[in-house]
């Protein structure tokens, strides 16, 4: 069974920085491309950030380019989210997906997701 297990998240001031995980079991993520969501209350999930599982690209959006930073080792079989000069804005809880291929951009594409973890940027 495929599983995913988010971590890392957590209460950091404004400007700080935390580092998310994506740990799978159950199957092996290099073939796989890997997005980070994350959802605000009373907000629709959206796409943070994904990495193509056929060469490892890489897809920000807008809002986190040039802060956060998304990683695959395959040695652990684990995807990270390195997440820089946080913003207050940021706050969402942040979940991983999984699905096998190249380029998925939309939530509806992913299969395989994590439970999410809490992300609050507060002062």
């Known amino acids: 069974q495929e599983q995913l297990v988010e971590s890392g998240g957590g209460l950091v001031q404004p400007g700080g920085s935390l580092r998310l995980s994506c740990a799978a079991s159950g199957f092996t993520l290099d073939t796989y491309a890997i997005g980070w969501f994350r959802q605000a209350p009373g907000k629709e999930r959206d796409m943070v950030s994904c990495i193509n599982g056929v060469d490892d690209r890489t897809y920000y959006a807008d809002s986190v380019k040039g802060r956060f930073t998304i990683s695959r080792d395959n040695a652990k079989n684990t995807v990270y989210l390195q997440m820089n000069s946080l913003k207050p804005e940021d706050t969402a809880v942040y979940y991983c997906?999984?699905?096998?291929?190249?380029?998925?951009?939309?939530?509806?594409?992913?299969?395989?997701w994590g439970q999410g973890t809490q992300v609050t940027v507060s002062s």
């Open positions: 997906a999984a699905q096998h291929g190249s380029w998925f951009l939309e939530a509806s594409q992913y299969r395989s």
